[in-house]
């Protein structure tokens, strides 16, 4: 999948890309991420790209034609059917679900906002899909879209060394995640629990299913089937 993500502030995004998942899957022939400074599609020499707004108020907005050159230029450049994202407070919120369904696409431009946001033309001008990651108010888009590209990116296949630990991550099955261990096998008084320790992986699959749905039941129950009971532990 190549993404290309257009921000003020390119060496921010840039140093996150750089590490974890998405900078091992950038190293390879899965992701390819590409950073442009929306500067170079500013409408004067002084690089201008925003303006104050028509009518008064608070801060600055970002201009219609500086973002709307620089998104069809880099859609034109892809060469790829590529679909637009925006994050936004207007837009349909980021789960899991939608993660996956933006994973099957050969392309994605995302586009940071800075400021009190776009021109209202850049929406109506651009194919752009408006995404929000959550209700509450960020200083710029970048934060935003590594989250979506992040999560997005794990649902690329060879983009996480072990395609199961995806499969089992919470929100992924419909579950929150069942609870994890590692050495010592004693803590404060606290043990790790027997049946991870007995080696019958069938009975520890019956544990981790058992714990997923306890959890999920207890902090989203909102995340389970309606009139789910706890017969569903023993599917």
Known sequence: MRCDILTLFP???ESYLAVGVLGKAA???VLDPRVHDLRRWASNRYGQVDDAPFGGGAGMVLMAPVVVRAVR????????PSRVVIPDPRGRRFDDRLARELAGSPALVLVCGRYEGFDERVFELLPAEVIS???YILAGGELAALVIL???ARHLPGVVGDPESVAE???????????????PREFEGLAVPEVLLSGDHAAVRRWRREQALARTRRWRPDLLPAGSGTAESEK
């Not at 230029?73 to 790829?80: D, H, N, P, S, T």
């Not at 991550?169 to 050495?183: A, H, K, M, N």
């Open 169 to 183: 991550d919470s929100f992924t099955s419909g579950l929150l995640d069942y609870p994890v261990y590692t050495r």
């Open 150 to 152: 992040e999560a997005t």
């Open 11 to 13: 060496a921010a995004v």
């Open 133 to 135: 990651i959550g209700d």
């Open 27 to 29: 190293t390879g022939t």
């Open 73 to 80: 230029e880099v859609m034109g450049a892809q060469g790829l």
